[in-house]
């Protein structure tokens, strides 16, 4: 019972951490307004980059990506499973944070962030894979549909059952949570990285 409600706290505290909407305050403290108002109408960095400004668009990404980290590290100091659920808790409170009516990110920065506390490895994997993709192609939304997939099968490969499982449901979430992305790609007409509007 103990176990139970250490992961179900850990899930909570992640969620609660993961919902902090940081491109959303960094480009209102910038005074750039309501980032949801401009392109895809998203919170996370490459929808920030599109006001032009790269390093509150990088900002915004470290950060996505710390919130997951630092969720599975501090609830790894007291259980494996956790740091599990603190790191699904962090990615679905960025993609719902309750405070912005369950409309969040789509998650990649947050999921590089969870598995960088989770399985290094897989983040080298996912950085990889996403750099290749986006510098040949532009597309930071193929690049990551890429990368989401090659990460749980690079896990399972290591040998890392547990986290790869866990991927394996946060990268099918990823890919459902960037359909409109999937459609516009198959239309030619998504949005490069680095375009505005």
Do not use: C
Not at 107 to 114: C, D, I, K, P
């Amino acid at each position: 019972m103990a176990g139970l409600f250490t992961t179900l706290l850990a899930l909570v505290f992640g969620y609660l951490l993961g919902s902090v909407p940081f491109g959303l305050l960094i480009t209102r403290a910038a005074g750039l307004g309501d980032v949801r108002n401009i392109g895809s109408g998203n919170i996370g960095a490459t929808n920030v980059l599109r006001t032009g400004h790269k390093g509150l668009a990088a900002l915004t990404l470290v950060l996505d990506a710390l919130k997951g980290t630092a969720a599975v590290l501090i609830a790894g100091l007291f259980a494996p499973q956790a740091a599990l659920a603190a790191g699904l808790g962090a990615f679905l409170g960025h993609l719902f944070p309750a405070w912005l009516g369950f409309k969040g990110g789509k998650g990649v920065a947050t999921y590089l962030g969870v598995l960088l506390g989770l399985a290094w490895q897989g983040a080298l994997v996912f950085a990889i894979v996403w750099l290749g993709i986006a510098f040949t192609t532009r597309y930071s939304s193929l690049a990551a549909l890429v990368a989401a997939v090659a990460v749980p099968v690079s896990l399972y490969l290591w040998g890392v059952n547990a986290v790869a499982a866990l991927f394996t449901l946060m990268s099918l979430i990823v890919i459902v949570k960037h359909k409109s992305n999937i459609s516009r790609l198959l239309a030619g007409t998504e949005s490069r990285i680095g375009a505005k509007g």
